[in-house]
């Protein structure tokens, strides 16, 4: 048995981990490329970063200096958009103490710990983390990295497998696939010349697999087919939708109002398995977009189940990114 | 070494570690020993440990209107207090006699004839004039007459060394969640002064707690009721404690909107659609828990709630309407109704009070307010009270003159020059004044839970110890029989 109140903090709790996680490893990727790049590519690239998490809107509301590590900056410290690494991880910890009491202790301690580490190096200011030349940007960001990994960790380790764990995990892979697909897209238009499926690649954390599988330097399509289509890649949009259909199924015998997404997730995933991707790929944005769109609408279904039995009133908005249809970021 | 400082010889309070003459207590023996083989440098790496452990476990408190931000990470001194197996075994007769003679007077009140009234034991308007009395409660009954199933009882201790009862708290006592973790903490700080020491332990109280709520369940419900904490929220002052309890109860922590009423059965809106619940352990006051029956504006509570427990289909605890029972101008017949109802004296005495609408107590008590103490009824926290020594001449003529006003409104209590034991204040270890909030837990039977919150006050001389206004905290532990000081040897000594 879990509250729906809670099934929803930990729906959330497990988007903003992906989200941080996420975050943090694409701000590591592409610091580590500005030392290795003129300015302005660097800053163009950096820009397409931030339209790929959605956070243009943000950004301009930010206004981001043009110093090297502004970019990075607004992207891992700034708590003023609910976008940024230090933010999300604020996200998850504030909604797992709300399920403090059903999670397991390590889970909220790794949580409430990682909080507090963000939020020393966020005190710094911004103007005294530019002047470190990103240091305290990069240092937050190795932390992220390892708090997300621990919290990860804990989450398969010691978390009962009911259905507040089905919840947290259908929200992480949901999360992953939105932004699998959003950095997809990132790379089309770029032309061929200009992409680099190796940044993409290990924005997705794939990097590795994929140079056993595509060799060195991948196309677009074959980057795409890979994080599409893959298997046995955790990474991969194909995989988590099965994942989180098999959550949802665990859920179905509980939860009468998770019909409609697993539904849903079904055909989403049907679509990618057995649909011919070369065929669809051949018109790369309107497949992503549709892809961006229904995996979308699948995550406000999710979210919808934990509040349509018990007829909640009032269904607290959490950030909703561009795409997610069901609400504009507080 | 650091420094441990004795208190001075013409002090009046009584030291828990020291003697008059200055010599440690045998009690304490082992411990002083310990102590004062650490350096302040070692203490305070120590205090390090156990800052950093409740910090990173998230172990905090709210202080309302604090603009600092929210949350405080909850203040521990590392001298740990300590109290002989026989002298607990006293104070513990004495709670338990104390809780079932006011569970009964409850029950007296609202389920029963009032029958301590109509035979003058306390007045019946004083019961019926007091905040804390709740018409709303008439009628309803809960299982074993366990209106207070937690209570938190305040003691302090006075020159001679006599525990005395200062406050009841039968509401919502908070502070449990504290001693366990202080526990916790202490372990982990000082991992080898357990080597000297035989403890009661304290981890046992989720089930204790738990078995005294299933035992308060509706008939009917089974034999494994569904339990729910009813808590404000994130940010109520005690959220770390609501989500503790849940935790070590393995029951669901929830929030008024996830509770909801219909044909006078308590639901719980899951996933799974609605579940009925038969107990709530509620941390919400009185007034918020029905907004049909209390305050309308309250959006913590369940509306129908109390429609619920008046059918008898769910319990709520503690009951409502227990704040008459400890009300402070109730608390002076405590001792009374002890021997009304049981037939038995007091055994902890109270804080001498004195009642203000009784025109001889009132007039005795204006001829020395300068030594007294002067409380109003009405407030917790330690807030609005007058310590006439301390006070100027014109703060006294204002007391005096709101005590005319509204005598009802006003208690005067001999000071109690609380105990007092070493505490880690600017590197050295001195004498702060101590109370303790002990907990007793009522089900089927009436318990007590070893030891308490020995609440400090950390500012010299000060006398209040809420954590809200500074104070601090201490492990406190009640030694198995015979089994005070191993006695360490001194090499041995300093880990």
New interface residues.
């Given amino acids: 048995?879990?509250?729906?109140?809670?099934?929803d903090s930990l729906l959330w709790a497990g988007r903003y981990l992906e989200r941080a996680d996420t975050i943090a490893r694409c701000v590591s990727v592409e610091t580590n490329a500005v030392m290795h790049r003129q300015a302005t590519e660097a800053r163009l690239a950096s820009r397409r970063l931030v339209q790929a998490l959605g956070l243009q809107d943000e950004f301009v509301a930010a206004q981001v200096g043009t110093g090297p590590y502004a970019v990075m900056d607004f992207l891992v410290s700034d708590d003023s958009h609910p976008g940024s690494v230090v933010s999300a991880v604020q996200a998850v910890r504030?909604n797992l103490?709300?399920v403090?009491?059903?999670i397991p202790?390590e889970l909220?301690?790794e949580a409430?710990?990682l909080h507090?580490l963000m939020q020393s190096a966020k005190s710094v200011g911004a103007a005294a983390r530019e002047q470190t030349g990103g240091e305290v940007s990069r240092m937050s960001v190795i932390t992220a990295r390892r708090g997300c990994r621990s919290l990860s960790g804990v989450m398969t380790e010691s978390m009962s497998r009911d259905?507040g764990y089905a919840f947290m995990e259908a929200g992480r892979l949901l999360e992953r696939s939105i932004l699998t697909v959003e950095l997809l897209k990132s790379g089309l238009g770029t032309g061929s010349d200009v992409f680099d499926g190796n940044r993409l690649l290990a924005f997705t954390h794939s990097l590795q697999a994929a140079k056993r599988e595509l060799g060195h330097s991948p196309g677009w399509h074959a980057v795409a087919k890979f994080l599409l289509q893959h298997e046995h890649l955790p990474r991969s949009v194909l995989w988590c939708l099965g994942r989180v259909e098999q959550r949802l199924d665990d859920?179905a015998a509980?939860?009468g109002?998770v019909a409609t997404p697993r539904r849903r997730a079904g055909a989403l995933r049907a679509h990618l398995e057995y649909g011919e991707l070369d065929q669809l790929l051949a018109e790369p944005e309107a497949e992503l977009s549709y892809l961006g769109s229904s995996l979308a609408e699948l995550a406000g279904d999710v979210h919808a189940?934990?509040v349509a039995?018990?007829?909640?009133?009032?269904v607290h908005a959490q950030f909703v990114r561009p795409g997610d249809g069901t609400g504009r970021p507080r | 070494m650091a420094e441990l400082r004795k208190p001075d010889a013409e002090f009046p309070a009584y030291d828990e570690a020291f003697d008059r003459d200055g010599s440690v207590r045998p009690l304490y023996a082992a411990i002083v020993e310990r102590f004062s083989n650490f350096d302040t440098a070692e203490l305070r790496r120590r205090e390090g440990i156990i800052e950093e452990e409740f910090?990173?476990?998230?172990i905090t408190f709210t202080v309302y209107g604090d603009s600092q931000g929210t949350e405080r990470t909850w203040p521990m001194d590392l001298f740990p207090r300590l109290i002989a197996a026989a002298e607990w075994r006293e104070i513990e007769r004495g709670l338990s006699q104390r809780v079932t003679a006011l569970n009964r007077f409850l029950a007296d009140i609202y389920t029963g004839e009032g029958a301590a009234m109509a035979d003058g034991v306390v007045p019946a308007w004083l019961v019926q004039s007091s905040d804390g009395f709740e018409r709303n409660a008439f009628g309803v009954s809960v299982p074993h007459d366990a209106h207070c199933v937690i209570a938190g009882i305040d003691l302090v201790r006075d020159a001679e060394g006599q525990y005395r009862v200062l406050e009841d708290n039968l509401r919502n006592p908070s502070g449990i969640s504290y001693v366990i973790e202080n526990r916790a903490a202490m372990t982990k700080a000082f991992p080898r002064v357990w080597e000297d020491h035989t403890v009661e332990p304290v981890s046992q109280y989720g089930r204790m707690l738990r078995t005294a709520l299933e035992s308060v369940a509706p008939t009917g419900s089974g034999d494994k009721p569904l339990i729910v904490?009813l808590t404000p929220g994130?940010y109520n002052s005690a959220?770390f404690e609501?989500?503790?309890l849940?935790?070590e109860m393995g029951v669901?922590?929830?929030?008024g909107?996830?509770l909801v009423v219909d044909e006078h059965v308590v639901y719980?809106?899951?996933?799974?659609?609605?579940?009925p619940v038969d107990v709530i352990y509620r941390r919400i006051d009185d007034t918020f828990l029905d907004p049909v029956s209390f305050r309308p504006d309250s959006t913590l509570g369940v509306p129908g709630l109390l429609g619920a427990m008046r059918a008898g289909t769910v319990t709520v605890c503690n009951s409502i309407g227990n704040g008459v029972a400890d009300d402070k101008a109730i608390h002076p017949y405590v001792t009374d109704l002890i021997r009304y109802y049981l037939g038995e004296q007091a055994i902890l005495p109270n804080v001498e009070t004195y009642v203000m609408w009784e025109p001889d107590q009132r007039e005795a008590a204006f001829d020395r307010l300068d030594e007294l103490v002067i409380k109003p009824v009405g407030e917790s926290g330690g807030y609005g009270i007058v310590i006439g020594r301390d006070a100027s001449d014109e703060e006294l003529a204002d007391a005096r003159a709101e005590i005319e006003r509204d005598p009802r409104n006003w208690v005067v209590q001999e000071v109690v020059e609380l105990s007092t034991l070493a505490s880690l204040c600017d590197d050295v270890l001195e004498p702060r004044h101590l109370d303790l909030r002990p907990f007793v837990i009522t089900g089927e039977r009436t318990q007590v839970f070893p030891g308490g919150l020995t609440r400090v006050a950390m500012r010299k001389g000060s006398l209040i110890v809420n954590s809200s206004q500074g104070g601090g905290s201490k492990d406190t532990w009640v030694l198995a029989d015979g089994a005070h000081s191993n006695g360490a040897s001194a090499q041995d000594a300093a880990r």
């Fill in positions: 048995m879990i509250l729906a109140r809670h099934a504030e103490r709300i403090r009491d059903r202790v909220w301690e409430n710990s507090i259905e859920l509980a939860a109002a189940s934990t039995r018990s007829g909640f009133a009032e | 910090r990173r476990q998230g904490i994130i959220y609501h989500a503790f849940a935790r669901e922590l929830v929030e909107p996830d719980l809106r899951t996933i799974e659609g609605l579940v």
